[in-house]
């Protein structure tokens, strides 16, 4: 019989085993909490004492969804919303790969699978590739729920430090490649960066994939922002790389439609491989949770037929929000900041010590005209102890006006700060 | 450096690293292909003969999904398709809870997550409970994508048998208390039974809660089926037993709108449980994906609030299909088959010799009047090698007429397979 151990007091040898307590697993205790959502408790107490956030944490876009993508879900006429295919309707892989081949990528609707938003793709993806004790190699800061994932397969992240002072670009291979272990796995990368904002060259992209072709990894690139690229920055995808280096094998596609179409609620993003063995380990582990939402897979399959019309003047308000931010982050002595190249995101250095008191702080301390301003604490982004301290993530995804008080209350926010 | 081997050839001394293969992990490999759409690619190639295929396989039901939830998502008006809380929205989880209080379930909203389909649900709890290595009890045969999430995570399934002779209900005790080991961490349960159509009896439900609370395990109850029950059989909820026994902490409810209200394509299940910790764990892991679906949501919210109409003339309907697929497994000579108390599924020992085979060669090489009938291999339903080799699935989500030719299809089938 199972050993059992009170949940209050040892009870010595007349232990009665019924108050034997349940416990989490080790992962379950030790998944992190989102550095994006986790502040949400204190914004929403703020909020209760009628202090109006300005939301800078997250990445929801207040950008107009494509009506056309809604009346896409409006036009379903079926009196039974049934299950799709596991790996998504025939009609949303063709659009995406079209979509694909439009941006010189050879590949076909069988190449694609829709999954639950991009974050179903990555954990697909690395359970496909990494069995517990393995490791994917990561650049710091990186999109935060990669942590999630790889704790919840038991992957451990080995993270190569990317720098705000070199606009968050790679340093040299040969510090990438020292982190290669007989564990390695994978290098896994997102650019337009997520929350960097750093563009990876084709010299970068091609650079990563070479390491990946020497030493049997696979590279996984994460292009969800592909199109937010601002003065004359481009995105390179790893399908077009590793093709070009003959090692398509090894590449794995990460996207979504979440940001590209402002449809983050959709839930429906896709990973891409010519991995033919990969995609079918995949399509199993898709099968075992059925089928991605059915109405949504409609929406994001208009939403390939108008992106023409819909992503260019998207881009252009992103590059003046983008602008808007770096104005006041200039008004903040001691700041250190790139201009982030793409997506939608800025991680500055602050002059606030402990960004992540200072964020709380924000929520719970500070206003100004009864309205205060929600970061989300750099740390999160980093896998190093310690690292990223003095950062936050600030996603500018408001309209300008809005961006524009939002700002001037971060300045405000911080010399108060410092004057405590 | 890492030690690579070339994909065609051992190049020994000269090996060129960049030849070395990528593979998959051990859990990629070992990862279930579903039984019940494993046979697909033959299916399409049947009909693409232009054979009529009557699906038996998939638990799909025809029946029309309340019109109500489909107008909900058409009324949804918000110019963005923004993200949702992780742990849903705060009127479905309020609905959930409202529809769980309303069979007499004590819990609020707050107990409640919403989840991309009972699907995630059972991904998450088994997730925060279990290491790589841990052990679930399960009663085989079982719900076939158990399988596939344990294997995700690394999981292992210990399996109690139970038989077609027994309409599939629990051994003794002893048999099931035989299994734990220290390294069990919970016993999972579906009742409704996919794919048994076993009702556990109160009895029943309360011996599994009595041996979590025993042993400091938890109670993983799958009621997704819960209204489908027949013949005055009533489903038991783990959350009221375990609030009966003392031991709510380890109760875990697995539920889904799919089955309820005709709608597997929304994928919005969710789970409920009183056990804070858990809870929280839980929502970590919902933080890393974001979010379900949003306008999903919707529906689901209105789908509980049309219940009481909706429900009870689908029982009707379930029921009389079921005497239907009687009916006909009465016709087949060597048959062994209990009549099924809940959910829509049946599962049947045939006298095929090799269910496997027979239901491929179903879809291969049987036809009559240009048609033929789908079922799903009984075998992928135990974890024990060798189990249920003469066993199939059939799920009645068939129309009447439909179900008395496939019914018919299947009988004639049998015969021609057996004189072969």
């Known amino acids: 019989m199972r050993r059992c151990f009170g949940s209050w007091q040892n009870l010595g040898p007349t232990v009665v085993d019924w108050r034997c307590a349940v416990k989490l697993s080790d992962r379950g205790n030790a998944m992190p909490a989102s550095p994006i959502r986790r502040l949400t408790p204190l914004a929403d107490a703020a909020k209760a004492k009628g202090i109006k ?21 409006k036009a379903f006429s079926d009196p039974v919303l049934s299950y799709g295919p596991s790996a998504g309707l025939n009609e949303t892989r063709e659009a995406m790969a079209k979509y694909l081949r439009g941006i010189g990528v050879d590949v076909s609707a069988n190449h694609v699978l829709v999954t639950q938003g991009g974050s ?50 790679l340093p040299p291979v040969a510090q990438i490649e020292a982190k290669i272990t007989p564990k390695t796995k994978a290098i896994l990368w997102s650019s337009p960066g997520n929350p960097t904002g750093a563009v990876f060259t084709r010299q970068e992209v091609t650079a990563l994939v070479e390491l990946a072709k020497k ?78 939402p059915t109405l949504e897979q409609y ?51 602050l002059p606030v010590g402990d960004a992540d008191a200072f964020a709380q702080w924000l929520l719970t301390d500070f206003q100004k005209d009864g309205k205060t301003v929600m970061v989300a604490p750099g740390n999160g982004f980093y896998a190093t102890e310690g690292a ?22 971060l300045v405000e926010a911080i010399k108060q700060w410092n004057q405590r």
Chains 1, 2 share one sequence.
């Open 120 to 169: 179903e793709a990555i954990l697909f993806a690395m359970a496909a590739i990494c069995d517990p004790g393995d490791e994917i190699i990561v650049f710091e800061p990186f999109y935060t729920n990669y942590s999630g994932f790889a704790c919840m397969l038991g992957v451990h992240l080995r993270a190569v430090q990317t720098k705000v002072e070199d606009g968050y670009h």
């Open 388 to 409: 990223g301290a003095e950062e936050v993530r600030i996603a500018y995804v408001l309209k300008e006006e809005d961006l524009q008080i939002a700002m001037d209350l």
């Open 53 to 73: 956030v300005f939301h800078l944490n997250i990445g929801q876009p207040d950008i107009t969804t494509p009506p056309e993508m809604l009346e896409a879900v």
């Open 299 to 349: 929406a994001a399959t208009v939403g390939y037929s108008v992106i023409d019309k819909y992503v260019p003047p998207t881009i252009d308000e992103y590059r003046r929000r983008r602008d808007r931010v770096m104005e006041g982050l200039a008004k903040i002595p001691g700041a250190t900041c790139a201009v982030p190249e793409g997506a939608f995101y800025v991680q500055p250095r």
């Open 215 to 292: 030493h049997g990894l696979y590279a996984i690139s994460d292009e969800a922002y592909r199109e937010f690229c601002y003065d004359g920055h481009v995105a390179t995808c790893v399908l077009d790389v590793a093709a070009e280096l003959g090692c398509s094998d090894r590449a794995i596609l990460i996207d979504s439609i979440s940001k590209r179409f402002s449809a983050c609620g959709a839930r429906i993003g896709f990973l891409v491989t010519k991995n033919e063995e990969l995609l079918a380990a995949i399509l199993r582990f898709g099968q075992a949770r059925l089928c991605p």
